[in-house]
């Protein structure tokens, strides 16, 4: 299996380093996110941005608000407060609310203690990344083996999934970063995905630091690449899942999956366990972030277009399961994804 060079993430003794992808290709940046205030400004602003990375983030956060309070015998009100101004951060990546999830019962476990279970905190926080890096691996390995069933191959992927926005591997750029080194692909078709051109700048980027062949498209070319026959997958990652197996995903992906349905192109979702909501019965209840209006309005610094229209910017959509040929995690495939395959896998895995 290939791995990734790339370390988006690294925890230092008093700050979480991060690689900035806002610089990137340009530039390779470093952001110290050294208390809550840095880490939830990191995950909004686009520093960190993946729904795994941005849950590993978030654990991290935790931890630097627990080594924040010091000795403070009050502690616990005060750590919730920081646990609840990270959840504020991302409202669509379901990986966030997990993590903290997973952080939250950590302090609760630790709710007689006089002191900040600061070390415990931080164990949890490793062990969520390390965790991530194990089912990106393990995800995909399953992953390629789909990909050999239709035998040697060109794909089509959408935003960034990468080792960037992962604890390592990645997702949808996992599977095809492992399905390359198994020479089950030969070409990758990356869209460039307006409008912060996570594609352009961040997954051809990254493929390109690995010497996977690929190609960088205009997304509005995603039709006409399909119809010439160049691809055989589209493999996308997701922020959450719902109960029945819609998926929200980087905005132009339900339109990505309804054109790969009509040109008989399979269509696979890379995610972790952690990214369904089974709170969720479909998709229509996942809330979907909507960003700042100058991030249309503006080209960098330029303007290009009147500064009184109204901009409709939503960050995702949501793909419905029957869309979907497969749902790849990390315990196995979900084939034609639904609410009782769904159920059946989870029901197995708590028994």
Request: aromatic letters at 6%; hydrophobic letters at 45%; glycine letters at 6%.
């Amino acid at each position: 299996m290939t791995e990734s060079m790339i370390v988006p993430i690294r925890w230092q003794d008093d700050a979480i380093e991060l690689l900035d992808q806002r610089a990137l290709p340009g530039k390779y940046e470093t952001f110290y996110a050294r208390d809550v205030t840095d880490t939830v400004e990191a995950i909004r602003s686009m520093v960190v941005r993946g729904a795994p990375a941005i849950g590993i983030t978030a654990a991290y956060g935790v931890v630097l608000a627990a080594k924040s309070l010091g000795t403070s015998a009050d502690w616990q009100p005060r750590l919730d407060e920081d646990v609840k101004l990270l959840a504020t951060s991302r409202p669509t990546a379901v990986n966030l609310f997990w993590a903290l999830e997973r952080m939250k019962n950590v302090i609760t476990r630790h709710i007689y203690a006089t002191v900040v279970p600061t070390e415990a905190l931080l164990e949890e926080a490793l062990r969520i990344h390390r965790q991530d890096l194990q089912d990106n691996q393990a995800m995909a390995r399953h992953g390629a083996q789909l990909i050999a069933e239709t035998g040697n191959c060109e794909v089509m992927t959408h935003c960034n999934t990468g080792a960037l926005a992962t604890g390592g591997h990645g997702t949808a750029l996992g599977v095809i970063r492992t399905a390359w080194g198994d020479g089950l692909i030969s070409h990758v078709h990356v869209n460039e995905t307006r409008p912060w051109l996570q594609g352009a700048r961040l997954t051809a980027w990254e493929l390109e630091q690995e010497n996977i062949p690929l190609s960088l498209n205009i997304d509005s070319a995603a039709s006409l690449i399909m119809k010439q026959g160049k691809t055989q997958w589209l493999i996308v990652g997701a922020d959450r899942i719902a109960a029945n197996g819609d998926v929200a995903n980087k905005i132009g992906t339900f339109s990505l999956a309804v054109q790969a349905r009509y040109h008989g192109i399979k269509v696979m979702v890379a995610a972790p366990l952690s990214t369904f909501d089974l709170t969720l019965a479909t998709g229509d209840e996942i809330p979907i972030e909507t960003r700042d209006a100058t991030e249309l309005r503006q080209s960098g610094e330029r303007l290009v277009t009147s500064e009184t229209i109204d901009i409709y910017n939503p960050v995702f959509d949501v793909t419905p399961a029957a869309l979907i040929d497969a749902i790849v995690t990390e315990k196995g495939v979900i084939k034609a994804p639904s609410a009782k395959k769904i159920a059946m896998m989870f029901n197995t895995l708590a028994n």
